[in-house]
């Protein structure tokens, strides 16, 4: 058999071998594209941003990664004050240890993902009881690490927050 590739096909071979080569340019465009658009995430990370007492690791397990804003970003309406306010309006009786500007990525929180947000560190609430009505409750109480209060740098609005805790 010679391998002439469609020179000596039907029509219908010679058609089907056009779509074949059309769905392959399209995966190699494709492919492109996504290569591109990963370049330039991990570009990103080079300006990633750390909240001191947050490890960055644990965040990352909690899928949130914080970045620095864009410089094209106007800069934001509401103060690091303002965005304090919120925090604490949202959560009486929490004490504000740093408010930082960053750009959020957060897949499976819509609300912050892809968006620039104050992000408000705030000592956690005491410990709480996560333990059934009948079960020890000294061997469930979880123990938070961090909570982190994100707010929406145009509005001043509390739009939600971060807390991860450890168990006994």
Do not use: C
Not at 9 to 22: C, E, K, P, Q
């Amino acid at each position: 058999m010679t391998k002439d590739y469609g020179l000596t096909m039907d029509r219908t071979v010679s058609h089907r071998t056009r779509i074949a080569g059309g769905v392959a340019a399209a995966g190699i465009t494709l492919f492109a594209v996504i290569t591109a658009t990963m370049g330039s995430a991990h570009a990103t990370v080079a300006s990633a941003v750390t909240i001191s007492g947050v490890p960055s690791a644990t965040l990352a397990t909690d899928n949130v990664h914080l970045f620095a804003p864009s410089a094209a970003l106007p800069v934001p309406a509401v103060s690091a004050a303002g965005a304090t306010a919120a925090a604490l309006a949202a959560f009486p009786g929490v004490q504000v240890k740093s408010a930082t500007l960053a750009q959020v990525s957060d897949p499976g929180s819509p609300a912050v993902d892809g968006k620039s947000m104050w992000v408000v560190n705030v000592t956690p609430p005491d410990a709480f009881n996560t333990a059934p009505p009948n079960a020890p409750s000294s061997k469930l109480a979880a123990h938070p690490l961090y909570m982190l209060v994100f707010v929406d740098p145009t509005s001043g609005q509390f739009v939600m927050a971060v807390e991860h805790s450890t168990t006994n």
